[in-house]
Structures are given as C-alpha cells and as structure tokens.
C-alpha cells in the first residue's frame, strides 16, 4: 500500500512569491491534515479537509489556503511568502476522524522562503 | 499558549537501558494522547497511544504512562535500541469536538549509545 505522498520534496521561493504544495493521501482515506513544522518547534496544526471542504484551520493567516480534490488529493498554497513561513509542511491521512492510531504522515515538503 | 509540553529537547542513554520520555499538558480536556517517532527527512510515524480513561498502555517495549492528576505523560522505551535514536513528539486531542487536531510538543530528541 502506498503511503502519504508530498511533491516537491524541496521547494525555494522568494520573499512575496507563491507556494503550491501537493499531497496524496493513503488510498481509501478521506481525511487530510496539513501541519508546518519551524525550525525548533513541534509540529503546528494548519488545515484540515474532509470530503473535499474544509472542516478546521489553525491559527494562521488567510494566506495560508488549499483546497481538496474529488480524489481526496490536496493543495496547500501560502501566498505573499515571508521569510517565517520557511518551514518543513507535512501532510497527514486518516480515514473519517483521526482513529485511534492517529494519522500517516508524509515525509513533507521542506520550504525555504529567501 | 503551548498545552502541550516536552521540557527536555535531548535525551541520551546507554543501549539495553530503560529511556523515559515526558510530556506534560495543559488542557483537562485532552481525552486521547498519542507519540509519534520521527527520523530525519520522513514524516512523524505513529508510535502509541493511550485514552484518558487510561492510566497505562503497553506494545512491546513501548510502555506509555498517563498520570491525569499532573497532566503527565512519559513514554518508555525497555530496552532501548540504537534504532530508536529519533525525535519524539507527544500529542494530545480532544476528541469529542471533532476538531481533527492534534497538538503536539516541541519533540525530544533521543540517542541511544551502542
């Protein structure tokens, strides 16, 4: 079974550009979580799509968006880019809820904001 | 507001030994605690868990202890491996608000000394 994907592995962007990152979720799952880890901190809850809508966001700036497709895939895209938003973004899976055994985590798409 | 918290960013320990890792939380409401594992370059792998209507829970070497008094969690590891030199993080939810969010601690780093 193939686990939580995430493209681009990489990504640097400049000061004010845009950023899209990508993610699959486990086959079967319809929960996606996004989370960004900064240097030095433990991981902080962004977004969260269920069924293709929104369903939570974290205590970010509307510039932080994304989007879930029909095939459960998504998007998260932060606009006008700052040099704090240089981070490692991770996405999770789940099916319905989180379950008991909490999500499957991508390897994340690390983002550095120049 | 951290509600999650792991005072210790590194522990080392000698191979065979027990390793104890702490968490402390803020939030009465949390009802579900989770630790997760994470290596360099991939995604947080979930570890264990253990309800609030739990005081302990065991898988293997991995004991996870809950103390609701304190607002205490502790992960043990016996005996600790080379392989299990990772970060830690705990986590703690609150299920019943459907929220789909896990707060987690900063992470404590682990090395286990062959």
């Known amino acids: 079974e193939a686990g939580v994907t995430q493209s681009p592995t990489h990504l640097i962007k400049t000061r004010g550009q845009q950023a899209t990152l990508r993610c699959s979720p486990i086959?079967?799952?319809?929960?996606v979580y996004w989370y960004q880890q900064a240097l030095g901190l433990g991981l902080q809850f962004l977004l969260w799509?269920?069924?293709?809508?929104?369903?939570n966001r974290g205590n970010f700036p509307p510039r932080f968006s994304g989007r879930q497709f029909p095939n459960y895939s998504s998007e998260l895209n932060v606009n006008a880019l700052e040099l704090e938003d240089s981070a490692l973004y991770l996405c999770?899976?789940?099916?319905?809820?989180?379950?008991?055994?909490?999500?499957?985590f991508g390897s994340g798409t690390r983002l550095t904001v120049v | 507001d951290q509600q999650v918290k792991q005072n210790s960013p590194s522990l080392s320990v000698q191979e065979g030994r027990i390793s104890i890792l702490n968490c402390d939380y803020t939030?009465?409401?949390?009802?579900?605690f989770l630790w997760y594992k994470k290596y360099p370059a991939e995604g947080p792998t979930f570890l264990i868990s253990?309800?609030?209507?739990?005081d302990k829970n065991e898988d293997g070497r991995f004991t996870v202890f809950l103390n609701k008094s304190a607002k205490h969690l502790s992960l043990h590891i016996v005996p600790s491996q080379p392989g299990d030199s990772a970060v830690y993080f705990c986590?703690?939810?609150?299920?019943?608000?459907?929220?789909?969010?896990?707060?987690f601690g900063q992470g404590t780093t682990l090395q286990v000394k062959p």
């Open positions: 939030n009465s409401m949390f009802d579900y």
């Open positions: 253990i309800s609030s209507i739990k």
């Open positions: 999770a899976s789940s099916y319905l809820d989180r379950g008991l055994g909490g999500y499957t």
């Open positions: 986590a703690a939810s609150h299920g019943s608000s459907n929220t789909g969010k896990l707060i």
């Open positions: 799509y269920d069924e293709g809508e929104e369903r």
């Open positions: 086959s079967g799952h319809t929960s």
